[in-house]
């Protein structure tokens, strides 16, 4: 079940990269870890610096994925930002967070994405 | 359609203001945020329309949903916002039609299961919503026969959000009219349980009070316990005249927000009778509330009666506070959310003991007070509590056996109000010229001026004066009473035998006999 879960969040987040390469961002690092958390997608799209939670679920019975990304969770993605810029040089002038949501049902991916939720 | 703006009604006492639900969805993590001052219970608002909304069918999307209650700045409180929110965002959602809703406006609180449930206050925001311009008003149908009292506005009641939302798309309707269970009692039909004629023994008691009733003067009984006074003081609302329908209206709005309206039965045009027990609070008797003010006893027996048994027991500041709606009719409350003015036009009947033992000067009886604690317990009523008070009945205890052996009073209370009408009617058409309408609001200068019965009539009172024996204050008191005798006897003017009668009637300058 665990390694089930693994691999639909690997999944969800490898359709979120295909997706946003296709919008033209650049993707700068993915599963960015550290002691408190990790950061799902980092990107740039053009001077901007991307910082994207994807959330990805099987079906809606425990409600919308975006519903799963709490004020707690994206306070938690802005503090693992400021920890991840801090600890290189960043060219970037601008931060944004986004949210994507994956919905996997029946052979058919939806994606939605949510720009700039915090 | 991302925005969408609806509208409720909010109160602030008796004052209501339209306010615009304006709700915009936008493409954000998915939130329900009410932003605009509102209260504890109607930040939960959210929660009951969320649950309300899914359980008719209508699933919110996951967006973010954002209610601003405008004008921001005004406190806002209570659950009558619920039928308001849902609407508008089901309106930004696209389930009903945002062009429907200019113009309308809606009250009422959601159930979790979507049924719209009664609330209070409802027949001042209709008397707002009508003041605005509004052209129709949804309210929960067992709000309905209240909000039909207001003329010149459409109403309409609904029973769910779902009837709401068919009728707002065009595929059905709303209830028109009040629920058959509710119309069949009509106000007549409840019988008139107390009457005048039930008082026995007690004629002079009862011409004092047919007096009052007449002039609209405030009014204190003193006498033993069991003597009649709450008897007659009850017997005061029967024989006032009916309220005018605007009158009623105005009393009917400070029952609707306390919560007390019996409204399915129609404007009740039966004056006020409030007696609150002696142990109650400022808050209790001159308005109160828990942040947000709300009337208390003077507002609800406006246009009526308000009878204070055991007076010397209330607590001092009770007592003083009530010279404020004494002077002007009206009393203005401030709690922490805001002020209001709520008015407070009441005929005050205190009603004693002669002394804390009940037995001072009564036939047979011994009293045990001793001088100073009997003379401490009349100067609770302070001097301008006093001054405000024209008639003075002292009530004498009537034995079983005597009671037994005399026949019951004359006078119906249909009768007395016959009379009361006419005497009012009379003092009506003779004050109107400088602005008043009852013999109990003349002020002593203009009574004296314009009204003075002539000499030969106030003989008795000058020389009551020129010895000392009443003041001027008192002098004054005697006059308006005199007046209302003469208006109740059909005479043009008092003579002296309205005037002797006043001054039996007024009882000496000190409200007990020892001060």
Known sequence: MTSNRQWLGRYGEDRACDYLSKLGYQIVERNARSRDGELDIVATDGPTLVFVEVKTRSSRHSGHPFQAITPLKIARIRRLAAGWCASRQLPNSQVRFDAISVLVQGGQVAIEHLRQVA | MPLAISNSISLQGLEGRVVCVEVDISAQLPAFVLVGLPDASLSESTARVRAACSNSGFQFPSQKILVNLSPASVPKSGSGFDLAIAIGVLAAMGVVPIQKLGGMCFIGELALDGKVQPILGVLPMLLAARRSGLNVVVVPEANLAEAMLVEGIEVMGCRSLLQLVRYLKGEGGLCLEIPQANAESTPSATPQLLDLNQVVGQDEAVAGLLVA??????????????????????????????????????????????????????????????????????????????????????????????????????????????????????????????????????????????????????????????????????????????????????????????????????????????????ARAAAAVRLKPLGYSRNAQMPGPILKAHFNPGRKAIAQLDRNLAAGRTSMRGYDRCLRVAWTIADLEGAGSPTAEHVFQAVTLRGPDQLMGEE
């Open chain 2, 213 to 422: 009733a007449a002039g609209g003067h405030h009014i204190s009984m003193i006498g033993a316990p069991g003597s009649g006074k709450t008897m007659l003081a009850e017997r005061l609302p029967t024989i006032l005249p009916r309220l005018s329908v605007e009158e009623s209206l105005e009393v009917a709005a400070i029952e609707s927000i306390v919560g007390v309206a019996k409204l399915t039965e129609g404007l009740s045009l039966q004056p006020r009778f409030q007696a609150p027990h002696h142990s109650a609070s400022v808050a209790a008797i001159i308005g109160g509330g828990n942040s947000l003010p709300k009337p208390g006893a003077v507002s609800r027996a406006h246009h009526g009666v308000l009878f204070l048994d055991e007076a010397p027991e209330f607590q001092v500041n009770v007592l003083e506070a009530l010279r404020e709606s004494l002077e002007s009719g009206r009393v203005q409350v401030n709690r922490s959310a805001g002020s209001a003015v709520f008015p407070a036009e009441f005929q005050l009947v205190l009603a004693a003991n002669p002394c804390p033992c009940g037995n001072f000067g009564v036939l047979g009886k011994d009293c045990k007070c001793g001088v100073l604690r009997r003379r401490r317990y009349g100067a609770r009523l302070s001097g301008p509590l006093r001054d405000r008070i024209d008639i003075r009945l002292e009530i004498q205890p009537i034995s079983v056996a005597a009671a037994a052996g005399l026949p019951s009073g004359s006078l119906t209370s249909q009768q007395a109000m016959e009379k009361v009408s006419n």
